[in-house]
């Protein structure tokens, strides 16, 4: 049996992209034009505007092959998912197969066995032998969340070993993502995230959060698709910033030395990072 891994699709340049500096956000006041409650700095803006994007064009970011992951586009019956038979080096293409039964969210224990658009999540082979279980999750790409139901996001890419390939070896990515859960940790509680290795981070620009494996960057340091913030920050402009409580009086605050706590668009309620303060 080959092993399914997942990791993390980083949302790093989607929410670079939806950020941006404000007059308000700039000058270190308030959206109401008093002072706000961040204690470091004496000013939090709560609506510091941005814009969520548009989602990715998932089909077009899909491993090309005889059918797309995300447009299921095979015949009746059938389901589009990664190759049983990949070539011993290069892509991993897409095929279609005979659909499973097992529907999202349902244990599974083989590839196939779960039901159209679904693919087996997490199933691999157990220390001293056996079938270690998995779940069908919603196949998507490119990161597109619109592709994804909802309590679902785009965020877990799917790497494949080759057929014979030992577990040391390094995985394939498929070229396809799939749907994981969101909710359910708070993005400034560490212990919200049982998992050792996990903490609650933001996984799209819709303010969705997830408990995904810890980052390595600092705040300020530089960040990008790869090497991604610690938790309690996100990655803009190419380096890691603080995420702050934006509400009065809210802690944690930013400090003196990274500006003000600025509510974008794409934070969840009552969340903001830390935006230096470039003029009155």
């Given amino acids: 049996m080959k092993i399914m891994l997942e990791r993390t699709a980083s949302v790093a340049t989607a929410l670079t992209l939806a950020l941006a500096c404000f007059a308000a956000a700039c000058s270190g006041k308030s959206s109401d034009g ?54 011993a080096s290069g892509d991993w293409p897409p095929a279609c197969q005979t659909a499973g039964s097992a529907q ?21 082979v157990l220390p001293g032998g056996g079938v270690k279980p998995g779940t069908c999750r919603k196949l998507c790409c490119g990161g597109d969340w619109s592709a994804c ?23 394939v990515y498929a070229g396809a993502d799939l749907c994981g859960p969101v909710g359910g940790c708070d993005l ?45 920050s996100i990655c803009t402009g190419g380096r890691c910033r603080r995420l702050c409580r934006a509400i009065e009086g809210g802690a944690p605050a930013c400090p003196a030395d990274e500006g003000v706590c600025v509510h974008y668009a794409i934070h969840p309620d009552g969340v903001g990072s830390c935006v230096e303060i470039q003029g009155n």
């Fill in 34 to 87: 008093g002072s706000g409650g961040n204690s470091g700095t004496g000013g939090t803006v709560f609506d510091g505007g941005g814009k969520i994007p548009d989602p990715p064009d998932g089909e077009a970011a899909c491993q090309s092959g005889a059918c797309n992951y995300q447009a299921q586009d095979c015949p009746s019956g059938q389901t589009c998912m990664p190759s049983p038979t990949p070539p």
């Fill in 104 to 124: 999202r969210g349902a244990t599974c224990s083989a590839w196939n066995e779960c039901a159209l658009g679904l693919f087996c999540a997490g199933v691999g």
């Fill in 149 to 171: 139901d909802s309590g679902e996001s785009c965020y877990q890419q799917l790497y494949l070993l080759r057929p014979g390939a030992a577990a040391t070896d390094d995985p």
């Fill in 188 to 232: 400034f509680d560490a212990a919200s995230c049982t998992e050792a290795g996990r903490t609650c981070q933001l996984v799209d620009p819709l303010g969705n959060v997830a408990c995904l494996p810890e980052g390595t960057a600092g705040i300020g340091e530089a960040c990008t698709t790869v090497t991604r913030c610690k938790s309690g």
